[in-house]
């Protein structure tokens, strides 16, 4: 069982940053292939970033070249840098998590553990 907690969501100008944290329990974290996914207000859930066990990375067109996911693997936390966030951000962010996932990252139903959400609000 892994349990996520994320942090760092909050109110940011469009133009702006934030850093999102995602802390995980249990002693395996390394082994797990982590997730960002956001959902915004009627909308479905989407892919934003994901970073495998090894350490190589995944992103969404819509966030390539603005967000970076990054993992810190003594912390058992993975981040996402925000850069250059626009009003179309806006969305509830959730991390996840799939023991040893390597391939189809960007589909919400191969991860097995979600965190509760942080709220990202980007104003025009």
């Known amino acids: 069982q892994v349990q996520l907690v994320e942090s760092g969501g909050g109110l940011v100008q469009a133009g702006g940053s934030l850093r999102l944290s995602c802390a995980a329990s249990?002693?395996?974290?390394?082994?797990?292939?982590m997730g960002w996914f956001h959902q915004a207000p009627g909308k479905e859930r989407e892919f934003g970033a994901a970073?495998?066990?090894?350490?190589?990375?995944y992103y969404a067109d819509s966030v390539k070249g603005r967000f970076t996911i990054s993992r810190d693997n003594a912390k058992n936390t993975v981040y996402l840098q925000m850069n250059s966030l626009k009003p179309e951000d806006t969305a509830v962010y959730y991390c996840?998590?799939?023991?040893?996932?390597?391939?189809?990252?960007?589909?919400?139903?191969?991860?097995?553990?979600w965190g509760q959400g942080t709220q990202v609000t980007v104003s025009s």
């Open positions: 249990g002693r395996t974290f390394s082994s797990y292939a």
């Open positions: 996840a998590a799939a023991w040893g996932l390597s391939y189809e990252l960007g589909n919400s139903r191969r991860y097995d553990y």
């Open positions: 970073i495998r066990p090894g350490g190589n990375t």
